[in-house]
């Protein structure tokens, strides 16, 4: 069973571009997050569909960053216009539904790393 | 969400059992408690989870106290590639949605 992938694995863009990253969740996940992180920082949420709806996007900077997962398949972050300290790894990971208050085991990529010039 | 505290790092050598504990005085009754493995480079691997007492895998134990104010994360027989971040997770799923949060992390380093 494929995991959780990510594409691309390395993005470098000039400040003011826009970069799409994209994540295929686990077939069958409802569950699909990001998370970033910055160099020296911890693992940042960002946001978490459940199936195609945006369940929480508290983590979301700022009006430049534009989640979407059509279909509740997999999903994009999209960065316009991107600045100097958009620059991290961006992960994504997927999880199945757990039942009544267990949580399930989250699945994630192996990470986008971004950097903005 | 309770707040975990884990040390900053940890230097073992290889064949020794290493213990990592995590504290979460704050951890509320229908908290799960959950490992996570960081290589360089790589995403977050879950390792274990637990509720209360011990559970053990092929990869580790996981050791919880009566009051769940803690827990230890038991590595037995490291090697060189245990060499990671190990982070430590507390939550449920509240209101039906549960969002991972990690902290710090513990990075553990093993020398030859």
């Known amino acids: 069973e494929a995991g959780v992938t990510q594409f691309p694995s390395h993005s470098v863009i000039e400040k003011g571009q826009t970069v799409t990253l994209r994540c295929d969740p686990i077939s069958g996940h409802d569950n699909l997050y990001w998370y970033r992180r910055v160099m020296g920082k911890e693992i940042k949420f960002l946001l978490h569909?459940?199936?195609?709806?945006?369940?929480?996007e508290s983590g979301m900077p700022n009006n430049r960053f534009l989640a979407e997962r059509t279909g509740g398949t997999y999903s994009t972050l999209k960065v316009q216009p991107a600045e100097l300290e958009d620059s991290g790894v961006y992960f994504c990971?997927?999880?199945?539904?757990?039942?009544?208050?267990?949580?399930?085991?989250?699945?994630f990529g192996q990470g986008t790393r971004l950097t903005v010039v | 969400l309770a707040k975990t505290t884990q040390p900053i790092s940890m230097d073992s050598y290889e064949g020794q059992e290493v213990n990592i504990t995590c504290s979460h005085n704050?951890?509320?009754?229908?908290?799960?408690i959950t490992w996570y493995q960081q290589f360089p480079s790589q995403g977050p691997r879950f390792i274990i989870q637990?509720?209360?007492t011990k559970v053990t895998n092929e990869v580790a134990s996981l050791f919880i106290p009566a009051d769940r104010k803690s827990s230890t994360l038991s590595l037995p027989r490291v090697s060189l590639s245990d060499t990671a971040v190990y982070y430590c997770?507390?939550?449920?799923?509240?209101?039906?949605?549960?969002?991972?949060?990690f902290g710090r992390g513990t990075s553990l380093i093993v020398h030859p």
């Open positions: 637990g509720y209360k």
């Open positions: 569909f459940v199936k195609e709806s945006k369940q929480d």
């Open positions: 990971a997927s999880s199945q539904d757990g039942v009544g208050a267990r949580i399930t085991e989250a699945f």
């Open positions: 997770l507390v939550g449920d799923r509240t209101g039906g949605s549960y969002i991972p949060t």
């Open positions: 704050n951890i509320a009754t229908n908290d799960y």
